[in-house]
Each structure stands twice: as C-alpha cells, then as structure tokens.
C-alpha cells in the first residue's frame, strides 16, 4: 500500500525566509503532484513532476523530484504572506490511474 | 481551461436523509473520482470512475454509493445520511492515463445535523 508523508504538518515562518516542505512516498512511483490549497477552496494544481531528478520553478517556489530517495521537495524562497495556504503532494500508484495524497502542509507566513 | 463544478458550496442536511452531490467536468475526462477531506486527514478517496457506468471503490466506500450515466456527470449518494459524514467532499476529473493529473471542483461543504 503506498503511504505519503508531508513534513512538517504545520508551518509558520516569517516573510523574507527561505523553508523547505519534504513529501515521502513508500512505494517506487514516477509521477508526483503539488497542489495549493486556500481556506475554504478547493485544490489547485502548482507542480507536475514526471521524472527522475525533473525540477520545476515558479516565482518563489521550487519543486524537484528524487524518485530512487521517494523524495519530494517544495522549496519556499524569500517567503511573502501571499503564500500561506495548505500545499499537497500527491504520488501516482504505478498502473492505476488514482492518485494517494499526503497529510497537506499548513503553511503560515507572518509579517 | 478544466472546468470541474459541483452542484453546491454548502448543505445542510439531517441525519437518515438521503443526500445527492453532483459534479460535472466539461473536459470530456474519462476518469471522475469522489474525495472527502477531513482536517488532520488530507484526501482520502471515496469512488471513482473511469467510464460511463464504471465505478471502483477506493479507500473509505462504506456509507457512500455513485452513479454516472452521462460522461460529464458523476454523482455521489449518501443513501442515509450521518452525522459523521460532516465533512467537505471534493470532486475531481482526470484523463484515462495512468497517474494523471487530476483537476478539482471547488468543494461542498456538508454538515449533517
């Protein structure tokens, strides 16, 4: 059974600083999602991750891919308050066609 | 752009009513899925679909049924309601790929009383 862990569950950092959000997956998986949710919305898409080693970039946040590790990492640069939302990694079961999500990560960005 | 709605932000029902939440894609995605989130719980899935009168239970089936006779349309039914299916309920499309992107509705928001 694949299992998907974020960590930290909970996060609160002030503007300005950098931070890192890990996604663990169990099982050997190609594809994985970042999703950004705001209170009381629905999910919406941030990162598609395709491939070993595969990165992507946009404005402040960084997503890469590790898929020997089953690492995920959503790196936050120079954090501003429009950031704070709860974001979701989710990871692909191989051959199926369903996604398994993490916990989410509450992110706080303080002034 | 996906479009994904559901058919409504919030409801409100009583316990033993039978409840019917309603999502349509107008993508023509092959694959529906239904999710309930749960603060401390993340997404957890109900049933999905992945053609016209297919389903497939996923992780937490029990209490709930679905139903798509129409592509667009995939519907899910609390056939008594209780109250532990508070919760908000999610609806997404993808297409028939293995690990495909998912696309999401904006969410209902049930409370059973």
């Known amino acids: 059974e694949l299992k998907v862990e974020q960590n930290p569950l909970f996060l609160s950092m002030q503007e300005g600083k950098n931070y890192t959000i890990y996604c663990n997956y169990s099982?050997?998986?190609?594809?994985l999602y970042w999703y950004r949710q705001d209170p009381g919305k629905s999910l919406e898409s941030l990162f598609v991750?395709?491939?070993?080693?595969a990165v992507k970039q946009e404005g402040r946040l960084m997503a890469s891919l590790d898929t020997k590790a089953r690492l995920s990492t959503l790196h936050i640069t120079a954090a501003v308050h429009d950031l704070s939302a709860t974001y979701f990694c989710?990871?692909?079961?191989?051959?199926?066609?369903?996604?398994?999500f993490g916990q989410g990560t509450r992110l706080t960005i303080n002034p | 752009d996906v479009k994904v709605t559901q058919s409504s932000r919030y409801l409100v029902k009583r316990t033993g009513e039978k409840v019917f939440l309603e999502c349509v894609q107008d993508?023509?995605?092959?694959?529906m899925f239904w999710y309930r989130q749960d603060p401390g719980l993340g997404l957890r899935l109900i049933y999905f679909?992945?053609?016209?009168?297919?389903?497939e239970k996923g992780d937490i089936p029990e209490g709930y049924s679905v139903s798509r006779e129409k592509k667009e349309r995939f519907s899910l039914i609390l056939e008594s309601a209780s109250t532990n299916q508070t919760s908000m309920y999610l609806c997404?499309?993808?297409?028939?790929?293995?690990?495909?992107?998912?696309?999401f509705g904006p969410g209902t928001r049930l409370t059973v009383l």
């Open positions: 997404a499309s993808s297409l028939n790929l293995a690990g495909a992107e998912q696309f």
């Open positions: 099982t050997t998986s190609d594809r």
């Open positions: 991750l395709l491939s070993n080693g």
């Open positions: 989710a990871v692909d079961i191989q051959g199926a066609q369903k996604l398994v």
């Open positions: 993508m023509d995605h092959e694959n």
């Open positions: 679909s992945y053609d016209v009168k297919m389903k």
